[in-house]
T-cell receptor
């Protein structure tokens, strides 16, 4: 089985721009969670999608949004980028919502905001 | 919110040594997991261990939920064990669960 894939792997943007990151889960997995990792704040939960619905959300401003498609692929969008949004963005997939035991992570997208 | 503290923050060991990593958390949780993040950023789920003891090869973990701590043991360390080890706790609310991560222990294994 192919693992979780994330595209692009690396991205450079400037302040004020917006960005869209993509995550394709393991085949058969219907839940996708997103995390942000920064040196200052560490690993933080962004949101979880299951069956095209946001099931859970972390403490991030409204500039961070996401969606899930009928094939379980998910995208997250960050609008009006700030320098502090520079981070490694990880997505993880699992078979069911709230299932963390069988959660697998993708390789991440490294975003640099200049 | 719940606080998750890991110790030590950094650990440098010779290949073949054993190590114990600790995770303390501030409140009752439904879930505790240990992860390894390799130098390229890939996060691997090591253990799902809300309570009790589990072993997987050279790694084992113990969680004492009543005392709010968990330990990860690595025996006969190899250079491939290098990276950052995170523990994360989960609180379930109406079937939804979000993970709160600790700040990690950076382990460096020297050949």
């Amino acid at each position: 089985k192919a693992g979780v894939t994330q595209t692009p792997r690396y991205l450079i943007k400037t302040r004020g721009q917006q960005v869209t990151l993509s995550c394709s889960p393991i085949s058969g997995h219907r839940s996708v969670s997103w995390y942000q990792q920064t040196p200052g704040q560490g690993l933080q939960f962004l949101f979880e999608y299951f069956s095209e619905t946001q099931r859970n959300k972390g403490n991030f401003p409204g500039r961070f949004s996401g969606r899930q498609f009928s094939n379980s692929r998910s995208e997250m969008n960050v609008s009006t980028l700030e320098l502090g949004d520079s981070a490694l963005y990880l997505c993880a997939s699992s078979p069911w919502a709230g299932d963390k035991e069988t959660q697998y992570f993708g390789p991440g997208t490294r975003l640099l905001v200049l | 919110g719940i606080q998750v503290e890991q110790s030590p923050p950094d650990l440098i060991l010779q290949e073949g040594a054993n190590s114990t990593l600790r995770c303390n958390f501030s409140d009752s949780v439904n879930n505790l997991q240990w992860f390894h993040q390799n130098p390229w950023g890939q996060l691997i789920n090591l253990f799902y261990i809300p309570s009790g003891t589990k072993q997987n090869g050279r790694l084992s973990a113990t969680t004492v939920a009543t005392e709010r701590y968990s330990l990860l043991y690595i025996s006969s360390s190899q250079t491939t064990d290098s990276g950052v080890y995170f523990c994360a706790v989960g609180l379930r609310n109406f079937g939804n669960e979000k993970l709160t991560f600790g700040t990690g222990t950076r382990l460096t294994i020297i050949p």
